[in-house]
């Protein structure tokens, strides 16, 4: 069946440092690929999206391209701040329009 | 807006008793879902309701009931609690089931079964 694989946490970072979260899907077709983020003791918000091939989400200094031919949807950020501790949910949308969400990684950054 | 609301916040329950988990959402969206999450398994669909009068089962549904009698509200029951029901519970709304709309989250109830 269809599946999200995000690379386990937790992730530590001291504040400026570059991000990268890896995500790489599992379905068929062409699905809709998202990021969600969950601050401490809050619901799921979105992050970016992307629902074609090739397409770039980007929000807040984050972005992530949607990457066909490696079935891949990483997110990455330039320089991260303190602010940016949190959950972050890779997710997508299939042609049934289920929606899988991956496991979750922990991301705390240092001051 | 407030987007969506979600009650109570914290609940402890004894096992073998009853409770309903509150939901509403006031963006007049046709689609809404509840999931639990628990450490190292994500967030996992229980139901869900693809508008008014119209519910169906997600991955994990099995001692929980839904309805959806308005647009605006769809409350989870819990039957008979059990401690493996001990999680954080969210609702979701869109605007449809469209594979691009971006789903909407309630703050969270957290339970505890003991």
């Known amino acids: 069946g269809d599946s999200v694989t995000q690379m386990e946490g937790p992730v530590t970072l001291s504040e400026e440092a570059f991000l990268t979260i890896n995500c790489t899907y599992t379905?068929?077709?062409?699905?809709?690929l998202f990021w969600y983020v969950q601050y401490p003791g809050e619901g799921l918000q979105l992050l970016l999206k992307a629902t074609k091939a090739d397409d770039k989400g980007s929000n807040k200094g984050f972005e992530a391209t949607y990457r066909k031919e490696t079935t891949s949807f990483h997110l990455e950020k330039g320089s991260v701040q303190v602010s940016d501790s949190a959950v972050y949910f890779c997710?997508?949308?299939?042609?049934?329009?289920?929606?899988?969400f991956g496991k979750g990684t922990r991301l705390h950054i240092l001051p | 807006n407030a987007g969506v609301t979600q009650t109570p916040k914290f609940q402890v329950l004894k096992t073998g008793q009853s409770m309903t988990l509150q939901c509403a959402q006031d963006m007049n969206h046709e689609y809404m879902s509840w999931y639990r999450q628990d450490p190292g398994m994500g967030l996992r669909l229980i139901h869900y309701s693809v508008g008014a009068g119209i519910t169906d089962q997600g991955e994990v549904p099995n001692g929980y009931n839904v309805s959806r009698s308005t647009t605006e509200d769809f409350p989870l029951r819990l039957l008979s609690a059990a401690p493996s029901q001990t999680s954080v519970y969210f609702c979701?709304?869109?605007?449809?089931?469209?594979?691009?709309?971006?789903?909407?989250f309630g703050p969270g109830t957290r339970l505890l079964v003991l």
């Open positions: 379905a068929t077709g062409y699905p809709s």
């Open positions: 979701a709304s869109s605007p449809s089931r469209d594979r691009q709309e971006t789903q909407y």
């Open positions: 997710a997508l949308v299939n042609r049934d329009d289920k929606i899988i």
